[in-house]
């Protein structure tokens, strides 16, 4: 077997490579959910684009199955849970992709019921002042307006944040090419001596 | 084409890992020290290969490969498809640690096959022959990793209709692209750089050494 005499060829293969990459997307399916209201608003996506018509799972504590929903033609999906809980959403396609977020029974509506030993967190979206049963009307009507309002503004960053986590970065395209280079020099150099000791 | 974690059985995981496991140590000991670089190139393309997304029906599929690599490679392969995998597994979060050996063997395998189908007839064609003879093992690649790929999502329970419709007709757009960019790949190479290809005579290695130890301890 020849050596490579032209390794500018493998070198401008590689610097293809990384070039293609720069322009190309993750495939990895991702799965977002947060509270709305009462009922949590969800999306399934891969970085390419949304999801289709995927099936939803919904499990609470002790891996019990509370419901399933399926993934409309944005992606999204409107669930509303039937108690206070942990609850983790797991998406699955036909082909073989999978995905799981948890929501935390504290991002939840106070409104729900309880489902057994729950630790009382404050919420994060909700004021410190919990609503007093003999409050007034108007008060009321404006804690629930600015509870939605916050929401509104802070759910999109969050699902911002979760696709950026999920983004597939040059440099990890670099650092597994550097990975690959590394193992096949060792390779190399093992077969090398092994060949060396037996002539 | 890559399997998530946590849908397919053990057992059926464990039996991809061990013949994957026997995969790799054939690839290994076929690999010459100076087909290190094509290996090296290749790996690093199926590294990024999976990163080129195709629309595809409602889902999009990316590039494989398997067919060219197969081709190139031989039973190498295996190797340059686990470390990929696991480098994809680690960097990119796409397939999974327990199922990388299911994933290698779905993915690696039909490469394995095409080279025994197609790398002696491409070392004697020419023209319009060598982009057929490519673009047939690119897409035959692709039906394979396919079949196995619904085999194994079978054995997680799925319906055998659902997969028909949902994962392999779904491939086809991509067995045709994959059948392209492996037939142009192959003429390509035939052309420039045909001492690329893994020959046949690769399987006589072995025999050779075996005999040369032989006759050393004749003497």
Redesign the interface.
């Known amino acids: 077997m020849p050596l490579n005499r032209k390794p500018s060829r493998s070198v401008a293969t590689l610097a293809i490579a990384l070039l293609a990459a720069g322009v190309s997307h993750a495939h990895g399916l991702n799965l977002f959910a947060a509270p709305e209201g009462d009922a949590i608003k969800g999306s399934v996506y891969f970085a390419s684009g949304p999801a289709k018509n995927v099936a939803v799972k919904v499990f609470g504590p002790d891996d019990a199955l509370l419901g399933e929903t399926i993934s409309g033609e944005d992606g999204t999906f409107l669930w509303t849970p039937p108690q206070r809980c942990d609850l983790r959403f797991v998406a699955e396609t036909v082909d073989g992709h999978r995905a799981e977020f948890v929501v935390s029974a504290s991002e939840l509506s106070e409104d729900l019921p309880a489902a057994g030993p729950v630790v009382a967190e404050p919420a994060p979206a909700a004021p410190q002042a919990p609503l007093r049963a003999d409050a007034a009307p108007q008060e009321v009507n404006l804690q629930q307006l600015i509870e939605s309002a916050v929401s509104r503004e802070v759910q999109p960053l969050r699902a911002q944040i979760d696709a950026l986590e999920h983004a597939t970065r040059l440099r990890d395209v670099l650092g597994g090419i550097g990975y690959i280079v590394g193992v096949a020099g060792l390779l190399a150099w093992f077969k090398g001596h092994a060949a060396g000791k037996r002539t | 084409?890559?399997?998530?974690?946590?849908?397919i059985p053990g057992p059926v995981l464990g039996a991809g890992a061990l013949l994957a496991a026997a995969g790799v140590a054939a690839g290994?000991r076929k690999?010459?020290?100076?087909?290190?670089?094509?290996?090296?190139?290749l790996?690093?393309?199926l590294?990024?290969a999976?990163?080129?997304?195709v629309?595809v029906g409602?889902?999009?599929a990316?590039l494989v490969l398997n067919g060219l690599a197969g081709l190139i490679l031989g039973w190498a392969v295996f190797p340059s498809f686990l470390?990929?995998l696991l480098?994809?597994a680690?960097?990119?979060?796409?397939g999974g640690l327990t199922t990388l050996g299911l994933n290698t063997l779905n993915m690696a395998l039909p490469g394995v096959v095409c080279y025994y189908l197609f790398n002696h007839p491409l070392m004697g064609s020419s023209g319009r022959k060598t982009f057929v003879l490519g673009f047939a093992a690119g897409a035959m690649s692709i039906a394979l990793s396919c079949a196995m790929?619904c085999a194994?999502?079978l054995t997680a329970g799925?319906e055998l209709l659902?997969?028909a419709q949902?994962?392999f007709l779904?491939h086809i757009p991509l067995m045709i692209l994959e059948g392209l960019v492996t037939g142009s790949a192959v003429v390509f190479l035939r052309r420039v750089?045909p001492?690329v290809f893994a020959h046949s005579t690769d399987a006589a290695k072995p025999l050779e050494l075996d005999t040369r130890d032989a006759f050393e301890q004749k003497a």
């Open positions: 084409m890559h399997i998530a974690e946590g849908i290994l690999l010459d020290e100076d087909r290190m670089a094509p290996v090296a190139v790996s690093s393309t590294f990024v999976s990163l080129i997304h629309p409602p889902a999009a990316h470390v990929a480098l994809q680690v960097f990119f979060g796409y790929l194994s999502l799925r659902v997969l949902g994962v779904a750089r001492e």
